[in-house]
């Protein structure tokens, strides 16, 4: 089991930054990919970052070249976001996938974090 705790979103205007991070408690060292996710108002849940505990990482590309995911030490993970847009509003949540005997793999979930960026 993994507990996921997240920190850091709230409001700021367009062109400014805020940072995101995670706190992952429990079997950590169970832990294959952290990333992070936003779910817009009436859109669908959509991946933001991901990075893997060799350092391999992936965006999507709304957020290519503005956003940075990091992983400081193995129970915690951060989203740096810079140049936010008003579209980048969203809950924020941090996700980890585990791997276990047999290849089994679960994902877990933070609470979620809310970002808003004012026009």
């Known amino acids: 089991q993994v507990q996921l705790v997240e920190s850091g979103g709230g409001l700021v205007q367009a062109g400014g930054s805020l940072r995101l991070s995670c706190a992952a408690s429990?079997?950590?060292?169970?832990?294959?990919?952290m990333a992070w996710y936003r779910q817009a108002p009436g859109k669908q849940r959509e991946l933001v970052a991901a990075?893997?505990?060799?350092?391999?990482a992936n965006y999507a590309d709304a957020v290519k070249g503005r956003f940075t995911i990091s992983r400081p030490n193995a129970k915690t993970w951060n989203l740096q976001m810079n140049s936010l847009k008003p579209e980048d509003t969203a809950v924020y949540s941090c996700?980890?996938?585990?791997?276990?005997?047999?290849?089994?793999?679960?994902?877990?979930w933070g609470q979620g974090t809310q970002v808003t960026v004012s026009s």
């Open positions: 996700s980890a996938q585990t791997s276990g005997p047999g290849g089994a793999r679960n994902d877990y």
């Open positions: 990075v893997t505990t060799t350092g391999s």
């Open positions: 429990g079997n950590i060292f169970s832990i294959t990919v």
